[in-house]
């Protein structure tokens, strides 16, 4: 059984749950899924989680971002990509100077208003299901936080590039949209790659036609977690898996725990030297 995370350099023009398919099939899990949306139009880092790793989903859900993204400013999309229909054109010429004396508004958290064409949940169905189909969709702003934000350099008359390090959840297509609002203009996300996701780097990912030819890595559980690793004796490795709370010495904290067999059971928290399994993957 096939039980890993392989990082995937996802192509443009499908979706994270398709690549995942894509691997799924290519490399023979069971099952397979991924640790973040990558949006249709963009590219980039997109680890897939195979086998018992999907479980690593809610861990690693929260970890920071960075990307590489394209701002166009003087025109706007009603996705705020260049997917969209145009909905304003505006002749304002943006320069460099002009970016670099409005980032620093954008750094540090703030609340952010998703776009209409997005895959966030409202009501059960994604937003963007029911932007295509004319309903009125009503979104609420969400507390993200924007670490550091660089400007990377001018691509073409009123593009630029960035280089984003923020937290989970921030839609960068928003981010665009605020900085254009900063501007006094309108703007569009010409493109986007995800450089990191937590600790996963894009440079130690796979195409999409490597893994396809069997030219992939799988990243193995234990390796997702940089904690200190305890092993168990048969009797506590048959109490954890039982459910049953084991008293340690080890001090308080997280720990990858092995059985008494060296089988990777997962990640374990010890609280007033007492172990719980946090996160079962055996």
Do not use: W
């Amino acid at each position: 059984m096939i039980n890993g995370v392989l990082l995937l350099d996802k192509p443009k023009g499908i979706s994270s749950n398709c690549a995942a398919n894509i691997v799924k099939k290519a490399v023979g899990a069971t099952k397979a899924g991924h640790l973040g949306t990558l949006d249709v139009a963009g590219h980039g880092l997109l680890p897939i989680t195979l086998g018992k790793a999907t479980k690593l989903f809610d861990y690693f859900l929260g970890k920071d971002k960075v990307y590489r993204a394209s701002f166009k400013f003087g025109v706007e999309t009603d996705t705020f990509d260049l997917e969209g229909q145009v909905v304003r054109i505006d002749n304002k010429k943006i320069t460099e100077k002009d970016v670099l004396s409005v980032i620093s508004k954008l750094i540090g958290k703030q609340n952010q208003m998703p776009p209409a064409y997005s895959a966030k949940k409202i009501n059960g169905r994604k937003a963007y299901d029911l932007a295509r189909q004319g309903q009125e969709v009503e979104l609420k702003p969400k507390m993200i936080e924007i670490y550091d934000l660089k400007l990377i350099g001018q691509l073409d008359e009123n593009e630029f590039m960035f280089e984003i390090h923020c937290s989970s959840g921030t839609y960068i297509r928003s981010l665009c949209r605020d900085m254009a609002s900063l501007l006094s203009t309108c703007g569009v996300m010409s493109d986007i790659i995800r450089t990191k996701c937590g600790f996963l780097s894009l440079k130690d990912a796979f195409l999409l036609e490597e893994v396809k030819m069997g030219k992939y890595e799988i990243i193995p559980m234990q390796d997702m977690f940089f904690v200190d690793e305890i092993y168990l004796n048969r009797e506590q490795s048959g109490k954890v898996l039982n459910g049953v709370r084991v008293d340690l010495e080890e001090n308080d904290g997280e720990y990858k725990i092995f059985s008494d067999r060296n089988e990777f059971i997962g990640l374990g928290e010890i609280k007033e030297g007492k172990l719980k399994i946090k996160i079962r993957l055996i």
